[in-house]
Structure formats: structure tokens, C-alpha cells
């Protein structure tokens, strides 16, 4: 089976800045994508951004600019490094892991970050 353990998150005022990090462990195919998603009270869950394994990477335009997503395929890990926080990053962020041959989501427990104004 495959965990993913996140850690990193909590608590900052505005403007400051906080890194994500997930390690996936398990059964792990080596073509995958990994990720960061972010779900807000009352609010539907959302890409934040995304890294495959050949290290392309995907942004939401509401972090573009502020955030940076990077991986070590070595130890299996991605980091989401968060810059110039707002009070609208406030959010539980969750790690996920697609596996493209099997076209699987494997998700983390999610960390809390919270932007205080």
C-alpha cells in the first residue's frame, strides 16, 4: 500500500511564508504525478500545484508567482514552497499521488495552513 505523509503546515501572517512537504512510501510506479491540492471551509477542493516525475509542473493562477513545487524522485517526496501568503491560502492542504498506468489517486491526511491578516 502507499502512505503519504505530510508536514509543514500551520500557522503565519500574511506575507510570510511556509514549505510543504510529502513523502510517499509503498508501491510506487516510477511514472507518476505528485501534488498539492487545498480544500477551504465550504469551499469545493482544488489543484494548487502539480510536478510529474519528468518534472513538468502545473499552477493554480491564484498561486502562480508565489509558489513553487519541486520533488525528489530519489526519496519519493514533493515540497510545496509557499511565498507572499494571503488570508485566501487559508486552507487544508492535501498531498496526492496519481499513478498514470493504473490512472490512481492516492491521498495524504491533509495539513492546515492558516493565514491570519
Known amino acids: 500500500q502507499v502512505q503519504l505523509v505530510e508536514s509543514g503546515g500551520g500557522l503565519v501572517q500574511a506575507g510570510g511564508s511556509l514549505r510543504l512537504s510529502c513523502a510517499a512510501s509503498?508501491?510506487?510506479?516510477?511514472?507518476?504525478?505528485m501534488g498539492w491540492y487545498r480544500q477551504a471551509p465550504g469551499k469545493q477542493r482544488e489543484l494548487v500545484a502539480a510536478?510529474?516525475?519528468?518534472?513538468?509542473?502545473n499552477y493554480a493562477n491564484s498561486v502562480q508567482g508565489r509558489f513553487a513545487i519541486s520533488r525528489d524522485n530519489a526519496k519519493n517526496t514533493v515540497y510545496l514552497q509557499m511565498n507572499s501568503l494571503k488570508p485566501e491560502d487559508t486552507a487544508a492542504y492535501y498531498c496526492?499521488?496519481?499513478?498514470?498506468?493504473?490512472?490512481?489517486?492516492?491521498w495524504g491526511q491533509g495539513t492546515q495552513v492558516t493565514v491570519s491578516s
Open positions: 510536478i510529474t516525475s519528468g518534472g513538468g509542473t
Open positions: 496526492n499521488l496519481h499513478l498514470a498506468l493504473a490512472n490512481y489517486d492516492y
Open positions: 509503498g508501491s510506487i510506479f516510477s511514472i507518476n504525478t
